[in-house]
């Protein structure tokens, strides 16, 4: 069965602690979190490596949410990629105790042919060169949307910005954006960044949102005010697959598409971190996303 | 004659550094800059205190701007507050070289009879005594708006809570916000300064713009990407400026009447900043204000 949407990125195990207490080996990554939030507006195929420790209910849970598992792959090499962190009081950024990468490590995505017409093609923060394997490798999608950090941004940056050259849609932070751009000031980061390729760039501002410019554009979404805020992790990549599947949904293309995609990717964002790991999903429905979709948007419409 | 809008603060003589010039005793202040902007919208008195080395042709400035000056209290003590300071390259928060307060160290600011009955009173960064002073001064005024900053938060606590609760609407910068609130998280900041008084918050988030907060609503207003920047002195009282200038232009107090008007400060912040001192407005049209607006409309329009 032919895929609309692929994302290739982590499927990981993370031990963390929050103020609001903690969990062991609780199911994370870039490809779970985005292919689980995507699931909710497309057909979503999958492309990563999980351990021997992989839980089989874990799985399931991908399948329960007709994510198509083809290129999920299951090594018996090592285990899954385990993070462990804590979040402060403030929910900011995480301190990491320690990350093995196990399986992660010798990771080499591969194609399945279901995928290779995907329409959407997300890559999720992994090595640039991987990004690029996969670029090549899809057949002319009609939309490429990258996510990186600032370990590539210091360590493999001309390989990055080959990949950024082809991608149409750059996701980054507010730091990353200043750093990768070599500017100190935000407006000419964001004029730089549209210079090395995408005509589109997400940058991620934390508690305060997000923010989409083009060359000519520019518009805001706040973040969802959460007060029941319990896990931070994954609300970047929820934020991209609400982002990225409302796209694929809708098909509109257009800058007031894309707005209302943003609007898409707060509210996933927000629904992800009421809960941890990917617990927000257990039970969610479509009138919850609509509800918040809708709070949203009176959030940023005027009259 | 009776004036709609009443703003008291500082009328400053600025000798500053930016990349893009230098300049000397140039005229500033918080409401020289609120009061020129606003006279763009309604018909302002301005209370503040100069030093006899104030310039007739800056006077000659407000006067031609149509500004209430019988607030203006010019003193032969000693010379008007003087500020020395620098901007990096990132043009972002200025070092202060010099803060000399002169005549403004005395400031006891009196309200004219005609400002009594003010219908908008702005109470720009000044001591929490002399804005809780101007509170009790005024005749139940539709809206009282104050902004303020670090100093007062640390060294006027106190007095300082008891100005904002009297007010319908505080000012305030992202990290003032924190140390205000003593929340680490900014959502949970945005709720407890909420609980202290005002109905409404303006937050102002520096290259990104601002947002404004109630109970139950945000909204976010980008800063219009300037490629220009010149002068970062007086954004903040410029975008208070535009904001209250464009409510008592079209006195409308509902949520979308403050959203237009988060417009307004965003485009009057932007104009400003393009330019040394109020250099801005030495030939500005009401056309550029309104295609100023109606650019950063679009920035927030989805449809």
Same mark, same amino acid.
């Given at each position: ?29 870039? +490809?779970?979190?985005?292919? &689980? ?22 799985? =399931? ?32 950024? +995480? &301190? ?39 670029? =090549?490798?899809?057949?002319? !999608? ?25 991608? =149409? ?7 990353? +954006? ?49 007060? =029941?805020?319990?896990? !931070? ?17 809708h098909g509109n293309l257009t800058?007031?598409g ?46």
């Amino acid at each position: 069965m032919s895929v609309k949407m692929t994302v290739v990125g982590s499927i990981a195990y993370d031990t963390l602690e929050t103020p609001k207490g903690k969990r062991e080996k609780a199911l994370g990554g870039s +490809a779970v979190y985005f292919s &689980t939030v995507a699931s909710y507006f497309t057909k979503v195929g999958l492309i990563g490596v999980a351990g021997k420790d992989f839980a089989p209910e874990h799985k =399931d849970f991908l399948i329960k949410h007709g994510i198509d598992l083809s290129g999920f792959e299951l090594s018996e090499s090592g285990n899954t990629f385990n993070w462990v962190g804590s979040y402060g009081e403030d929910f900011g950024d +995480a &301190t990491t105790h320690s990350t093995c990468l196990n399986v992660f490590e010798s990771f080499n995505p591969k194609l399945p042919e279901a995928y290779e017409n995907t329409e959407y093609l997300f890559l999720a923060n992994i090595h640039p060169a991987l990004q690029l394997q996969m670029i =090549d490798k899809t057949k002319n !999608p009609k939309l490429i949307a990258l996510d990186t950090m600032n370990l590539w941004i210091n360590t493999t940056n001309d390989l990055l910005k080959q990949a950024i050259k082809k991608v =149409d849609i750059l996701f980054i932070n507010q730091q990353e +954006a200043l750093m990768l751009s070599g500017e100190k000031k935000f407006a000419n980061a964001v004029e730089k960044l549209l210079e090395m390729g995408p005509n589109r760039i997400v940058i991620k501002l934390g508690e305060l949102g997000a923010m989409t410019a083009t060359k000519n554009s520019r518009f805001f979404v706040p973040a969802f005010p959460c007060p =029941d805020i319990t896990d !931070p992790t994954g609300a970047g990549d929820s934020f991209a697959g609400g982002f990225m599947g409302s796209l694929a949904r809708h098909g509109n293309l257009t800058e007031s598409g894309f707005r209302t995609s943003m609007l898409y990717g707060s509210a996933m964002g927000s629904i992800t971190v009421e809960n941890f790991s990917i617990e927000s999903y257990y039970n969610l429905t479509n009138e919850k996303i609509e509800t918040r979709f809708n709070e949203l948007k009176k959030m940023v419409t005027i009259d």
